[in-house]
């Protein structure tokens, strides 16, 4: 399908199908399309669906980003919608030169339909997009194998994540707890394990031990990141761009999206000089999610002290996030496991020299700035 077939609403296929622009009139149907596939046996209420409308239109037509010839994507079918493809605009910067990238999000086929066909379709026409840059980064397998049957990449180094954990019995019990016939081992457990976690992070022998940090932290403004962004990138690498309305806006999302929990955003200092911040969500389960780190790599390590103390101190059993290629060595020192928990990081485009820095590791491109923040 060609970049005109994902925008034209006259461009059909022999079993009367389109793919079309999303407008604010399917909005009721992708809504409860999205509620099919994700909840199809839950309870729905009329509040849930309003919920479900609203953020369709805040993400997907609302976003601050205008971009008039980018919009998400429905397939529909003799008048019914059996597919949708959600795509936010993202600003970047390489070297001088402003470009135009495109997030997906809520890539969702009617499983009644003939869904692996619809699917195709849906990725070739957002790929075929007027976007410079085309980026997924909490791909499935089924979506990795067709972005990459239509010539996308996969950014290995990115889709990879690393763990800390900070309070490794209590961590250890609630893995437990989700597996079939052990709950009531953990049960058993629990009680114990939060004096052996006790013992580990504060005996100074322990590889667990949380030592206060030497630096001081501040809350996180987008004043300071707008201010300080540059200082903690590479000068000629891939980055995203922020203003004060698209900052505020993920902001807002990161904080509102989970009611489980609280957005942490800090900004660190060493005596006067900012050398970093982070931002992490920490739900009622002690599971800290990290968004995104900025630092030079001269202070990574003390950015990462900062966040490790800071979480532990907030209760958490262990933090978690997206494996920033730049810092490998600094996640490791401080005793990280790496793994691929799931996601994968994907991303397509014309021009080589824009896929190439997500190969390297040469890009500053955060969950923050990525599907997350978008998610339901």
């Excluded at 000068?235 to 505020?248: A, F």
């Excluded at 994968?344 to 485009?349: G, I, Q």
């Amino acid at each position: 399908m060609t970049q005109a077939a994902a925008t034209n609403p006259q461009t059909r296929s022999a079993v009367n199908t389109c793919i079309r622009e999303f407008d604010e009139r399917d909005i009721p149907q992708v809504a409860d399309l999205h509620t099919r596939v994700f909840r199809p046996a839950g309870v729905v209420t009329a509040r849930d669906r309003a919920r479900h409308r609203d953020y369709f239109a805040t993400v997907f037509l609302d976003n601050p980003w205008p971009a008039p010839r980018l919009a998400s994507l429905v397939c529909e079918q003799d008048g019914r919608i059996s597919g949708f493809l959600g795509v936010v605009p993202r600003r970047m910067w390489l070297k001088g030169n402003h470009l135009l990238a495109a997030i997906s999000s809520q890539f969702i086929v009617d499983p009644a339909s003939h869904s692996a066909l619809i699917a195709v379709q849906l990725a070739k026409a957002f790929l075929d997009g007027p976007q410079d840059l085309s980026i997924s980064d909490e791909a499935t397998d089924a979506s990795r194998l067709i972005w990459e049957g239509l010539g996308g990449t996969t950014a290995l180094l990115h889709s990879i994540y690393w763990t800390r954990p900070l309070r490794p019995a209590r961590l250890a019990v609630s893995l437990l707890r989700n597996r079939a016939g052990l709950a009531s081992l953990a049960s058993v457990a629990g009680p114990p394990s939060r004096l052996v976690d006790a013992l580990a992070t504060r005996l100074r022998v322990s590889q667990m031990y949380q030592a206060l940090p030497r630096t001081v932290g501040s809350d996180l403004g987008a004043d300071i990141v707008l201010a300080h962004l540059p200082e903690f990138t590479t000068r000629d690498s891939l980055r995203v761009e922020y203003d004060d309305r698209t900052l505020d806006w993920l902001m807002e999302r990161a904080a509102s999206r989970r009611t489980d929990g609280h957005l942490h955003k800090r900004a660190v200092h060493d005596e006067q000089d900012l050398i970093g911040w982070y931002v992490y969500h920490l739900d009622g389960h002690g599971s800290a999610d990290v968004l995104q780190v900025a630092a030079t790599p001269a202070s990574i390590g003390e950015v990462l002290d900062d966040l490790l103390y800071h979480a532990w101190r907030q209760g958490a059993t262990a933090v978690t996030g997206r494996l920033d290629p730049r810092f490998m060595q600094a996640f490791s020192d401080k005793l990280c496991l790496f793994h691929r928990r799931g996601p994968w990081m994907l991303v397509s485009s014309r021009k080589p020299e824009l896929v190439r820095p997500f190969q390297c590791g040469d890009v500053s491109f955060s969950r923050f700035d990525g599907e997350w923040c978008l998610g339901f």
